[in-house]
Structure formats: structure tokens, C-alpha cells
């Protein structure tokens, strides 16, 4: 019987925030609006996407532009989708995801706020209330759509088996992974596809970058999680590796809004088509990718 197990994430210390961001907690970090409305110096090579205003009214688009903010809710540990960059005493956070959002506040002609949240707190948080969307490569799936509204996909990705390569010769086929343990993120797609489909002790983090950390230390036996991520982390840790095992590729990510608020998802499915017919998004993976490896 596969058994879950649940480690608490600690906590990460940012020293010498001169932004807007408050200590990181267990449910909800640091929020940096900053991030949204101005160019860093490490993402100023970025390309940009002009934008034109939304003709799209309705209930909660007016209650967000008479509002002037927009409040994005993300998981903030998922390079290249989202991650933090701390330079001196600045903490920016970027990647793909946030440029998708700063489109999303520009079409409405509002600012832009993160809420940087444990991923598995973030249709929570949608339906208290707390945020107004989220953006997180989330995976749209039958259950999330019962918590949540989402637009068409914007991107779409394979899956992938993280090892230490000491243990490079241990894994060439699913059957390898029968009785190891197997770290996922907490409440993602690969948490709920593994507890199906691998014979192992699947053991869920709320954070990824603690997830890596517990497989270099030997606790983990392997890591699964999705691509772009897993090249990020082996990229920066030289003594991991991806291997090719026959998994599919997960559905759709997208942007999830509140249940119910129409008028919102026509706005981001307004954006996801515009994105997808200027052909941006590759971009914006392509420079993330390598901004990921410069920054750490």
C-alpha cells in the first residue's frame, strides 16, 4: 500500500528586502507587486508583448478595474514558470508565468500584485477571496475544475524522473522505481499520477526546492516532476540527472480564476490566444531558461 509522506518545507530567509515582500510562511509568502511593474536589470532582455486594453466588462472585471490591482496568487520555487531572484538587497520574482500575469494587468490597465503561496494552498486562497487568479503552471484537471474556472491552456509539457547520478545504472525502466521513494510536489499532478501509477512510497513536499534538497542528502531515491523544472534543477545541482523512463506528458497548465467569474476567464482566454498567436510564450521559456541558470 503506497504510503504519503508529508515534510514540512522550512522556512527561507531573505536578508536586506528593500521591497514590498514580508517574511515567507508556510501557507503564504512573500507578496512583491514591485516585481509586476518594473523591468529588473536580470529580465531586462525580455521579450515584451504589446498589449492592447480588453473590451470585456462584467461584475468582477469592473470591480478589479475600479480596484486598480489585480492580485496574482503563484508558487514562487518553479523555475523557469516562477522563481525568486534575489540580487544584493532587491528580491524580484520572474519567469514565464509573470510575464503572462503582467499581460493579464496590462489588458485590464491595473497593477499587478503577487502573492507568492504553497502551491497546494492556491484554489484555497482563490475562493477566500485572497487573489484574483492564478498562475502557477498549474495543470488544468476534472477535480481542479471543480474548485476553480480555468481558461484554454497556455502551455503543455512532459514529465520527468530526477535522479543522483551515482545512481545512473539503478533506473531504466518504471519497475526500477517499485519500492523507492519518490518525491512530488504536494497536491500537483505528478503527486496524484504517481500514488496511481508507481509501485513506491510516494512522499509529497510543499516546495520544490526543499524536494531536490532531500534527494541530494539520499532521503529521496528519485524525484518526479515536470520538465522545463527538472532540466532547471540538474542544470543547477551537477550532481543530478534526468532519466528517460516511458512517462506521458501531463495535460494543459492554465489560468484558474474564481468559480463563476466568467467575465475574468474570457479576459485570460483573451490572453492566452493573443500569446499563442504572436508566439510569445516560447520565448519567454527560452530567456527564462537561461536567466535561471545565470541567477543561481
Known sequence: MKKKLYLLSTVLILMGILTACGNKTANNK???????????????????????????????????????????????EYPPYEWHVIDGGKDDIVGVDIEIAKVVAEKLGVKLEIKDMQFDGLLAALK??????????????????????????????????????EDADKYKSLDDLKGKKIGTQLASTQQFYAEENFDSEIVSIPDNNNMIMELKNGTLDAVFITNYPAQQFTNRNEELMIVELDIPNEDGSGIAVKKGNSDLVEVMNEVVKEMKEKNIIESWFDSYMKLSEESN
Open 30 to 76: 512573500a507578496a512583491n507587486s514591485e516585481t509586476a511593474n518594473n523591468k529588473t536589470e536580470n529580465n531586462s532582455t525580455i521579450e515584451s508583448m504589446e498589449v492592447t486594453p480588453t473590451e470585456i466588462t462584467g461584475e468582477n472585471v469592473d470591480r478589479i478595474k475600479e480596484k486598480g490591482t489585480i492580485v496574482l496568487g503563484t508558487a514562487a
Open 128 to 165: 477566500a477571496d485572497e487573489i484574483d487568479f492564478v498562475i502557477a503552471g498549474m495543470v488544468i484537471t476534472e477535480e481542479r475544475k471543480e474548485a476553480a474556472d480555468f481558461s484554454e491552456p497556455y502551455f503543455e509539457q512532459g514529465q520527468d524522473i530526477v535522479i543522483r547520478k
